[in-house]
């Protein structure tokens, strides 16, 4: 009996490893003819679009799967799966309903400024095994930048099993280190040993009080460290240490493939494959200027646990050229009619101190440098303008209230003469610097003896003045008489304020600069020019740009404007517009969108059928809006065309 139980114990190991030997053969046949085949997974589109798009709303694209949730809380995609009894696991038990198109491309409308891509992923029972996971990567190119996609992952049964002994290895690895650092010490050795040579020590085992090290050192002559590091067990602390610091290089050791968590729109546990799986696949994303197409590609790789078994060929893309409303753009020129005078103006404001009763211009004074040095740059530019001539400079000066009224005005003329010789004189230096002529340019001079008008301005918008500060300033302003009116000022509480912050602020000098346009005879022509802010709005819904469109197209109020309500779903904005437009068939054709949008299917008829028979264009356009296209299953239009 013993002899016989002996040979079956010999018999088992023998089994298993013509077991595994015929497992690894049959494996090994696999990937060969994975290779000799170039066998990959493909990209097609789902038959249930048709070539037309769903119905009204996000296509409903049905996913095969199921879910369910992990021990640890994660939840698990798993296609049309079953429990198996035996392992407890969610496995895929047949394969998925779908159909191959062999068509590489579709179009595919834009709606609310969103596209849905719909594609399958179609896994041929060649790649699947039980013991490998087939990883695959889905990418979108668009506008020339590639965008990777969440990754499908397909596992199989027995390549799950070694991922999860893997981690029970590790678990266990993990639980194999010490956390306490009590259980390195003898603790009854170390309690003896203090009991016998430090009686006094041993005396306050239980006494509360806190003794510290070093008195403790002083009486025994060694310290409490010295003694809990005699009876530590050191070689069981460094390996606990070691433990410690191996823990990432452990975890790569039994892990030899970890679970994916981030990036996976797929992992789902297999069988081997009796035939093709497919993945129904949706991508929404949101539309960009300018973009019309989007090219999917799809690569992947055969694993054995941390080993690459086989890297699939990319695949041939499937392209989605997107629709847009933006197609319906009238692109025609937009002109304004405009009446050029030969004459223009041009005012700039400077803010310049002078010294208390004096009126020479000072560059040091203030921010006098910077104001003169923006009138210097206005003086060269329209100097060396080549549409204008200049033909005079009014210089008129302001001056503050403080002060007598007829000496202010005095002062402010002579200031305001004093800024024309100044500018005048730089005139003929920049004419000597630059070696261009410069005719003679008059300087008109003009003053304000006082500035009240700028100062009702001021103190109406000052934030810092009370209301009642600012109705007493509205009485006293009633004076007629200046000097009066000012005097009154002075016993006001917010004078000091107004002296300080607000005067300074009223001795300004205006430069009207009188040019004209040459080679110009008549004082005015009426001419047309190009509405450029119109045209951008319509070059930025060609970009599909819908918000600035309709930023740029809201004052029109036209056919272009109601292009750019209906691509932003403002419905009723478009529709009051374009019940207004002239009848054509592209009006008539977006009047039936929208009361298809608004639920009028008899108006929504009324108006396509109009569209069509104004355009018989419109009999395939309709197969690429979903608004139309549920009109046109739903009734059956257009069956004479097919």
């Known amino acids: 009996m013993y002899s016989e139980i002996m040979k079956s114990r010999k018999t088992i190991p023998i089994c298993f490893l013509a077991l595994a030997v015929a497992v690894s053969c049959g494996t090994a046949r696999k990937e060969a003819q994975l290779r000799e085949r170039m066998v990959s997974a493909s990209?097609?589109?789902p038959d249930s679009y048709s070539g037309r798009l769903p119905d009204i709303g996000i296509p409903e694209v049905r996913q095969n799967e199921v879910a369910r949730e992990e021990e640890d809380g994660r939840d698990v995609i798993v296609m049309n799966a079953l429990r198996d009894e035996a392992s407890g696991e969610m496995v895929a038990n047949e394969t998925l309903e779908a159909a191959r198109v062999t068509a590489r491309f579709r179009n595919v409308a834009e709606r609310h400024g969103r596209v849905d891509l719909a594609f399958q992923i179609i896994v041929p029972s060649s790649m699947q095994d039980s013991r490998w996971q087939v990883r695959f990567h889905p990418t979108m190119e668009m506008l020339g930048e590639v965008i990777p996609l969440d990754d499908i992952f397909i596992t199989g049964k027995e390549y799950r099993k070694a991922q999860l002994r893997g981690y029970q290895q590790y678990e266990r690895f993990l639980r194999s280190i010490?956390?306490?650092s009590t259980r390195f010490i003898d603790m009854h050795q170390l309690e003896i040993f203090i009991q016998r040579n430090i009686p006094g020590l041993y005396a306050l085992r239980r006494d509360s009080s806190a003794v510290s090290d070093e008195k403790f050192a002083s009486i025994y002559g060694v310290t409490e460290r010295d003694a809990v590091e005699y009876y530590t067990y050191g070689v069981l602390a460094r390996r606990n240490e070691r433990r410690?610091?191996?823990?990432?290089?452990?975890?790569?050791?039994?892990?030899?493939?970890?679970?994916?968590?981030?990036?996976?729109?797929?992992?789902?546990?297999?069988v081997n494959g009796a035939g093709d799986l497919v993945y129904d696949y949706v991508q929404t994303i949101d539309t960009r200027p300018a973009l019309r197409k989007v090219d999917i590609r799809l690569s992947g790789e055969v694993c054995e646990q941390d080993r690459v078994v086989y890297r699939a060929p990319e695949s041939d893309p499937l392209t989605f050229y997107i629709s847009s409303l933006s197609s319906f753009v009238d692109g025609r020129n937009r002109y304004l009619d405009r009446v050029i005078s030969r004459r223009v103006d041009r005012q700039e404001e400077a803010y310049l101190i002078f010294p208390v009763g004096d009126d020479s211009v000072r560059e040091d004074l203030g921010e006098n440098g910077v104001e003169i040095c923006r009138i210097k740059s206005a003086l060269d530019a329209l100097l060396d303008n080549r549409e204008f001539d200049l033909d005079s400079i009014v210089v008129t000066a302001n001056a503050s209230p403080e002060g007598n009224y007829r000496s202010n005005g005095d002062l402010s003329a002579r200031?305001?003469?004093?800024?024309?010789?100044?500018?005048?004189?730089?005139?003929?230096r920049y004419a000597d610097s630059t070696g261009?002529?410069?005719?003679?340019?008059?300087?008109?001079?003009?003053?304000?003896p006082e500035n009240w008008e700028g100062l009702d301005s001021m103190v109406g918008k000052d934030r810092f003045l009370t209301d009642e500060q600012k109705a007493r300033y509205r009485e006293l302003r009633d004076e007629p008489d200046p000097d009066r009116r000012e005097a009154a000022?002075?016993?006001?509480?917010?004078?000091?304020?107004l002296l300080e912050v607000i005067y300074p602020q009223l001795r300004s000098v205006v430069f009207h600069f009188r040019l004209h346009r040459r080679d110009m005879v008549k004082d005015t022509v009426h001419t047309t020019v190009l509405d450029s802010a119109y045209m951008?709005?319509?070059?930025?819904?060609?970009?599909?740009?819908?918000?600035?469109?309709?930023?740029?197209?809201?004052?029109y109020e036209d056919y272009n404007t109601a292009i750019a309500y209906c691509c932003l779903d403002y419905n009723r904005r478009a529709l009051s517009i374009l019940e207004t437009e002239p009848e054509s068939p592209e009006v008539n054709y977006l009047l039936a969108l929208l009361y298809s949008r608004e639920g009028d299917d008899r108006k929504a008829l009324e108006f396509y059928?109009?569209?069509?028979?104004?355009?018989?264009?419109?009999?395939?356009?309709?197969?690429?809006?979903?608004?139309?296209?549920?009109?046109?299953r739903k009734y059956g239009l257009n069956r004479d065309d097919n």
């Open 43 to 45: 990209l097609a589109l």
């Open 178 to 180: 010490v956390t306490d």
């Open 244 to 270: 410690i610091r191996d823990k990432d290089k452990m975890f790569r050791r039994y892990v030899k493939a970890p679970l994916q968590h981030e990036r996976l729109r797929l992992d789902t546990v297999m």
């Open 415 to 428: 200031r305001g003469r004093s800024v024309g010789r100044y500018f005048g004189a730089y005139m003929r």
């Open 436 to 448: 261009k002529p410069v005719p003679y340019i008059p300087f008109i001079n003009h003053s304000v």
């Open 489 to 497: 000022l002075r016993g006001e509480e917010s004078y000091p304020y």
């Open 536 to 555: 951008a709005g319509v070059d930025a819904i060609r970009d599909r740009d819908y918000k600035l469109a309709l930023d740029l197209l809201r004052p």
């Open 609 to 632: 059928r109009a569209a069509c028979t104004g355009d018989r264009t419109f009999v395939h356009r309709g197969n690429l809006d979903p608004e139309i296209s549920g009109l046109i």
